[in-house]
T-cell receptor, first 115, second 109 residues
């Protein structure tokens, strides 16, 4: 069964360092998303991406964040200068379309710990 | 604004039926989704409703009333492995999911 894959599963980084979280969405999907979940809190939307550009972003997704689809398969989230409060689970998701009758499939997540 | 409410936690007995409610107020609506999430893992899709009424999928059913901004997830024949967090999420017009806080379900023997 096709699945969304994320690497690494766990990353520890020092405050101020740059991190890149990687995702391989399901191959025929066109819409890509990043969500995050701080421990004990709800899943929050960060950004959606379609047709090689950002279609929507949340208030969380400030200038420290960027996304890229460098080739036909990878979808990356970069945090330029990590802060302690960036520690969270980051989930990548993809869907065939954005409308009704289309579910989003989530990857297993990357646990980011900023120390 | 966007607001999705569901109970923080519930407890039920193995073999029983449990209903998890969700109310929502969102600026756009393109379907209501239920996800299951075990601790430290990704949300996994359970069901969705776009039109009013009941959708059944094995031991899981989900109901939607758009006029009331209300949905519930019904779990039958509860098993210990059903202990998890259940997330209610609304998909907006842009396609993103807006999640509730999640309901932590504990199934006791």
């Amino acid at each position: 069964e096709p699945e969304v894959t994320q690497t690494p599963s766990h990353q520890v980084t020092q405050m101020g360092q740059e991190v890149i979280l990687r995702c391989v969405p399901i191959s025929n999907h066109l819409y890509f998303y990043w969500y995050r979940q701080i421990l004990g809190q709800k899943v929050e939307f960060l950004v959606s991406f379609y047709n090689n550009e950002i279609s929507e972003k949340s208030e969380i997704f400030d200038d420290q964040f960027s996304v890229e689809r460098p080739d036909g398969s990878n979808f990356t989230l970069k945090i330029r200068s990590t802060k302690l409060e960036d520690s969270a689970m980051y989930f990548c998701a993809s869907s065939e379309a954005s409308g009704v009758n289309t579910e989003a499939f989530f990857g297993q997540g990357t646990r980011l710990t900023v120390v | 604004g966007q607001n999705i409410d569901q109970p923080t936690e519930m407890t039920a007995t193995e073999g029983a039926i449990v209903q998890i409610n969700c109310t929502y107020q969102t600026s756009g609506f393109n379907g209501l989704f239920w996800y299951q999430q075990h601790a430290g893992e990704a949300p996994t899709f359970l069901s969705y409703n776009v039109l009013d009424g009941l959708e059944e999928k094995g031991r899981f059913s989900s109901f939607l009333s758009r006029s009331k901004g209300y949905s519930y997830l019904l779990l039958k024949e509860l098993q210990m492995k059903d202990s998890a967090s259940y997330l209610c999420a609304v998909r907006d017009q842009g396609g993103k999911l807006i999640f509730g806080q999640g309901t932590e379900l504990s199934v006791k023997p």
